[in-house]
C-alpha cells in the first residue's frame, strides 16, 4: 500500500525529477572529509539510472568509502529507460521493474586501464554474486526491508520525491542519520520543518536556487521552464530547490558583511508582530537588534554564530499588545499581506 501511494504520488504529482550530474559533483565536493570509512545510502535511487549512484561509484575510491547501498522501488518508471547506466539488463530483474538493491564494497580496476570508472562498476553487478539483489519487498523507502538499510546507513544522500519530503525528512530524524538530500525551498516553511531549522538540526547546503532536471515521458509539459532536447528528453528546471543537510560546511559559517543602518522609515514594523520588515538580506541593518522579518531566501546566507532565527510568519505569532494571534498564515503591514518571512535576530556577540 504504501509503495503504491510513493508511485501515486509521483505520477500524480509530476514528482519525478532526476538530478543531473554536474549538480551533484558542485554540490558534494564541499562534504568530502564527512565520506570517509562511511556507509553510503541512496535509498530514492535506481542504481540503473541514479547520477547519486553513479557519482558515489565513479569515487568510491577516491572518497574512500566504506560501502554503497542504492535501492529502487516496485514500478520504477524510467528503470532501464533514462540514463541506462549500465548494460546488465541479463541480470533477472524483469528488465529493473522489480524493487532491487546494489552494495559496493570495493571497486578495483577490474578492466586494467589504470583507472577505477563505471565500467569497472559494470563489471563488479555483471560478475561479482550478491553486489545486485532482488528486494523481498517493494523498495519503498518506508518498508521494514529499507528501513534495515537505513539503519546500516551513516549518510544518505539523494533526491526524495518532493510531495513526501516532510514524512522523509521525519524518517531520517527517527533513526538520527546524517543526510544531504534536495527539496523544494518552499519546505523551509512547513510545520514540521522549519522547527528543524529553527534549532540547527538542519540546515541548507552550498548550491541553492536553479536546478534543472530530466524527467519521464509522461511528465506534462509546462508553459515555463520546460523543454524537449534534441534526442526527446523532456527537461524541467525551477528556480526554488535547496539542499538540506545536517553535515557542517565552510559556507554556513560565512559571516554575512552587513552596511545599511536602520530607519524606521526604510524599515516599517509588522501590524501583527514585534518585528521590522526586510525585504532583502542584503538590506538587513547592522545596527537593529530586535526581530527582523526577512525573505526565506535568507537561510541560504545564515550563519547560526551571527544570528538566531526565532520564528516563521505562519507559526504562532505574540501581538504586540500580549497574548498570540494563532495560526498566522500572513504578517501584514497596513493591512496588506506580506509574503512568506523568517524572522531573526542578531547573536547578543554581534551586537554594538
Not at 28 to 48: A, Q
Not at 114 to 133: H, Q, R
Not at 166 to 174: D, G, N, S
Request: net charge negative; aromatic share 12%; hydrophobic share 35%.
Amino acid at each position: 500500500m504504501a509503495n503504491q501511494t510513493l508511485h501515486k504520488a509521483k505520477q500524480e504529482k509530476n514528482d519525478e525529477f532526476y538530478t543531473q550530474l554536474p549538480d551533484i559533483e558542485n554540490e558534494l565536493k564541499h562534504y568530502r572529509e564527512h565520506f570517509e570509512g562511511k556507509v553510503i545510502l541512496c535509498n530514492c535511487d535506481d542504481p540503473y539510472e541514479s547520477n547519486f549512484f553513479k557519482y558515489f561509484a565513479m569515487n568510491f575510491n577516491f572518497l574512500k568509502l566504506k560501502k554503497l547501498i542504492a535501492t529502487c522501488y516496485k514500478g520504477s518508471p524510467v528503470s532501464g529507460e533514462q540514463l541506462s547506466l549500465f548494460d546488465v539488463k541479463d541480470i533477472d530483474t524483469n528488465e529493473g521493474k522489480d524493487p532491487h538493491k546494489i552494495e559496493i564494497t570495493e571497486v578495483d580496476d577490474e578492466n586494467k586501464d589504470g583507472a577505477f570508472d563505471l565500467s569497472d562498476v559494470e563489471y563488479l553487478i555483471k560478475n561479482k554474486k550478491n553486489v545486485l539483489t532482488l528486494l523481498k519487498g517493494d523498495g519503498d523507502f518506508r518498508s521494514a526491508e529499507c528501513i534495515e538499510l537505513l539503519k546500516e546507513a551513516d549518510i544518505v544522500v539523494t533526491n526524495p520525491p518532493f510531495s513526501l519530503f516532510r514524512e522523509y525528512v521525519a524518517q531520517l530524524m527517527e533513526y538520527d542519520k546524517k543526510f544531504i538530500i534536495i527539496g523544494n525551498q518552499n519546505a523551509i516553511t512547513y510545520k514540521e520543518v522549519f522547527p528543524l531549522l529553527k534549532d540547527n538540526k538542519m540546515w541548507l547546503g552550498y548550491k541553492n536556487g536553479d536546478m534543472s532536471f530530466t524527467v519521464p515521458d509522461y511528465y506534462e509539459e509546462k508553459k515555463v521552464r520546460f523543454w524537449i532536447d534534441e534526442m526527446g528528453q523532456k527537461w524541467r528546471s525551477m528556480g526554488n530547490i535547496a539542499w538540506f543537510t545536517n553535515l557542517d560546511h565552510k559556507k554556513r559559517h560565512e559571516e554575512l558583511y552587513l552596511c545599511r543602518e536602520y530607519s524606521p522609515e526604510k524599515y516599517p514594523k509588522y501590524d501583527n508582530y514585534d518585528a521590522i520588515n526586510v525585504d532583502k538580506t542584503l538590506d538587513i541593518p547592522c545596527d537593529y537588534d530586535g526581530i527582523m522579518g526577512v525573505p526565506v531566501t535568507f537561510l541560504d546566507k545564515h550563519n547560526p554564530d551571527q544570528f538566531e532565527i526565532v520564528d516563521a510568519n505562519n507559526y504562532m505569532i505574540p501581538y504586540r499588545g500580549g497574548g498570540t494571534a494563532g495560526i498566522a498564515h500572513h504578517i501584514t503591514i497596513n493591512g496588506k499581506n506580506i509574503y512568506r518571512r523568517i524572522l531573526i535576530k542578531r547573536k547578543d556577540s554581534d551586537k554594538k
